[in-house]
């Protein structure tokens, strides 16, 4: 395996205190301590605030955040910039959240836009494609996915996209506990890298990492990734609990080592 494989937290609007934030930091480093990863790589996506907590965790832990703002600086009352989170040591961003689209009317076009400003700053952007139950069921899936691909990385130079993560979110499977078979998410990694290696070759889409999350829990990692072809989750609720997070980590150097 040439990329790490990615365990991605998603800590959404979770830990509301800052004692919070401060324990989870201290069980994580308590339980990495025994640990080396080889093999994979924890990036852990707090809220802005809790970012300054979360620096220099472990060696194999990253820092990442859920959002970014295109612009480097100004009147932008409330935006967080890129360049702000680099200097305080993040270096992924997730983009194009299923959240982001439902409660901030976030498009594919504004995501693109987001996309390159991250580029530009040196974060690597997590940017997220899936669709809904309703566009699953009535067979739009695979055209829904290729339309966000053009749209995300059409133009873009090489170089530039093999920095990028794809992170493949089933709308319907976020938060929901149901996840598609393993079957279904290799047909989808499968067009996924068709469609890099037609924008691209083969060689750029070997080195975009494809994800998979929506309802990942520790007992449910080799169907939805390792027997699936993913180079990684994005996890939600379950990468609230540091013990679960080391231990996604635990099996995939595991699963890689043997
Ligand atoms: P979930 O969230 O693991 O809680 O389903 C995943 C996500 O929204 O990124």
């Known amino acids: 395996m040439t990329t790490p494989f990615l365990v991605i937290g998603n800590f959404k609007m979770n830990q509301v205190t800052r004692a919070e934030a401060e324990?989870?930091?201290?069980v994580l480093r308590r339980e990495?301590?025994?640990?080396?990863?080889?093999?994979?790589?924890?990036?852990?996506?707090?809220?802005?605030?809790?970012?300054?907590?979360y620096q220099d965790l472990s060696a194999g832990i990253r820092l990442g955040a859920q959002h970014g703002f295109p612009e480097k600086s100004g009147a932008f009352t409330g935006e967080v910039s890129f360049a702000q989170?680099?200097?305080?040591?993040?270096?992924?961003?997730?983009?194009?959240?299923?959240?982001?689209?439902h409660y901030f009317?976030?498009?594919?076009?504004?995501t693109r836009v987001r996309l390159e400003a991250a580029l530009k700053y040196l974060v690597h952007p997590v940017v997220c494609i899936g669709e809904t139950r309703e566009e699953r069921q009535s067979g739009k899936r695979d055209a829904l996915l290729s339309k966000q691909l053009e749209t995300l990385f059409r133009?873009?130079?090489?170089?530039?996209?093999?920095?990028?993560?794809?992170a493949y979110e089933p709308r319907w499977a976020i938060?929901?506990?149901e996840v598609p078979t393993t079957e279904e998410i290799v047909s989808v990694g499968t067009l996924i890298r068709q469609k890099l290696?037609?924008?691209?070759?083969e060689n750029t889409m070997r080195r975009i990492s494809v994800v998979y999350g929506g309802s990942v829990k520790t007992a449910l990692l080799g169907s939805v990734s390792f027997e699936a072809g993913m180079n990684g989750v994005l996890v939600g609720g379950e990468s609230l609990s540091p013990y679960e997070m080391v231990k996604m980590l635990q099996a995939a150097e595991h699963f890689y080592t043997d």
Not at 34 to 43: A, N, P
Not at 105 to 110: I, M, P, R
Not at 155 to 166: D, F, N, R, S, T
Not at 197 to 201: A, I, K, P, S, Y
């Open 175 to 177: 938060g929901s506990g």
């Open 155 to 166: 133009g873009l130079p090489k170089m530039q996209a093999e920095k990028v993560v794809v």
């Open 85 to 101: 989170l680099k200097d305080m040591g993040v270096e992924y961003v997730i983009l194009g959240h299923s959240e982001r689209r």
């Open 105 to 110: 009317g976030e498009t594919d076009e504004a």
């Open 32 to 53: 990495m301590a025994t640990v080396t990863l080889s093999h994979s790589r924890g990036i852990l996506c707090p809220s802005f605030v809790h970012l300054g907590l």
């Open 197 to 201: 290696t037609e924008l691209f070759d």
């Open 23 to 26: 324990q989870y930091v201290i």
